[in-house]
């Protein structure tokens, strides 16, 4: 029997919760607080620095927005609004329980505050906008995630060296002007990558999902998942099945008095309710031809299974055009896996099993369940 992967194809086009949580982690909510890390630690000496709380503070309030804003990502929905305060808001108050008001006075404590709301609202904003405009913003907010550096530098200067605090001289020094050109110009380039990333990216999983629906319209998801985990999955090779075939009684005649467009629609709700069934009872490989259904299972309990609640779903489907199934069973050994040319293959189940599946849903009359010897004795 096939058996679905706990590695499912989706965290492998979406990513996994832990990974989401990472990226959100070392893209966004721990970059102004590695900043005033540093920028207190030079200013207190990393002896006294340790025995406070104020880092500890700064990595707890990241780490607990990266894990907040990273599930949601993972679960597919929207980045919470003002998501980017809830670090500064858990830091905030874990400082003030320590410093009190005297937290308010630091003018990196506010700078954090203005930092994390600009990037928030640039951050909603590109929630709302697509092409060129995104792209945009995009690279304003890697431009302002940089100028974080220059910031704190500045307040670091202005701190230990008050008198060159005023812009007018502060960019009197050649290595001021140079620090500053060269953190704008790399939040361009950094901003540049990222909306080049960010588009790959997005077009990327989009092709991703398009091939995995039409890989599962092909192999089914249990074995698709199988496969990208083990591709030994889809190899030839001799195995014992339980076959069912169940075709709709009278469907040629039926169909010779409706329109195309009736019989496809007929169709579709009889395949959509046999889907139903079979993907509940754990099918390992399903093949539709006309009004034809051949559905392989792993065990003689899983088809016998399935045929009942298919006879049950979809003489409700079939009753108000007159029509009814006939259904097949029969067990045994078969070759099963990918058979084709070089360059275009199918996942198929060829042999004796089949053809004498097929003939005993044949001459099984509308309503009827016909079992072999060999599935009845399993």
């Not at 929630?127 to 913003?137: D, E, K, W």
């Not at 099993?353 to 097929?358: L, R, Y």
Request: glycine letters at 6%; one cysteine or more.
């Amino acid at each position: 029997m096939i058996q679905t992967s706990k590695r499912e194809i989706e965290p492998r086009i979406r990513g996994t919760r832990a990974g989401h949580i990472a990226q959100e982690l070392f893209t966004n909510s721990a970059h102004f607080p590695i900043a005033i890390i540093f920028f207190e630690l030079l200013r207190e000496g990393a002896r006294e620095y340790i025995t406070k709380p104020d880092l500890y503070a700064l990595l707890i309030a990241a780490t607990a927005q990266a894990y907040i804003i990273g599930r949601r990502y993972f679960a597919q929905r929207a980045r919470p609004m003002w998501g980017n305060l809830i670090a500064p808001t858990i830091y905030t108050l874990i400082e003030v329980a320590f410093e009190g008001v005297a937290f308010f006075t630091a003018p990196h404590h506010l700078a954090y505050w203005g930092f994390a709301l600009l990037i928030d609202i640039l951050q909603e904003i590109q929630l709302h906008l697509r092409g060129a405009f995104r792209n945009a913003l995009i690279l304003i907010e890697n431009l302002a995630r940089t100028s974080i550096l220059l910031l704190m530098y500045w307040l670091y200067e202005a701190l230990t060296h008050p008198e060159k605090a005023a812009p007018e001289i502060f960019f009197t020094d050649d290595s001021h002007v140079f620090l500053t050109l060269a953190i704008v110009f790399t939040g361009i380039v950094i901003g540049i990558a990222n909306v080049l990333t960010h588009t790959y990216q997005t077009t990327l999983r989009e092709t991703a999902e398009q091939l995995r629906v039409y890989s599962e319209w092909v192999f089914g998801r249990a074995l698709l998942s199988a496969a990208v985990n083990d591709p030994n999955v889809l190899t030839l090779k001799p195995r014992e099945r339980t076959i069912l075939f169940m075709d709709i009684r009278g469907f040629t005649r039926w169909s010779d008095q409706q329109s195309p467009e009736n019989v496809v629609a007929m169709l579709n709700r009889y395949f959509e309710t046999a889907e139903q069934v079979w993907s509940r009872v754990a099918a390992s490989k399903v093949k539709l031809t006309a009004d034809e259904v051949m559905i392989v299972f792993a065990t003689p309990a899983q088809a016998a299974t399935a045929a009942l609640e298919l006879r049950a779903a979809i003489a409700t489907i079939l009753a108000p055009f007159g029509l009814n199934v006939g259904i097949g069973i029969h067990t045994g050994l078969l070759a099963e896996g990918l058979i084709g040319s070089r360059t275009l293959k199918g996942y198929d189940v060829i042999g004796d099993t089949v053809n004498i599946a097929k003939r005993i849903c044949d001459v099984a009359r509308g309503g009827e369940i016909l079992l072999s010897r060999e599935t009845r004795h399993k």
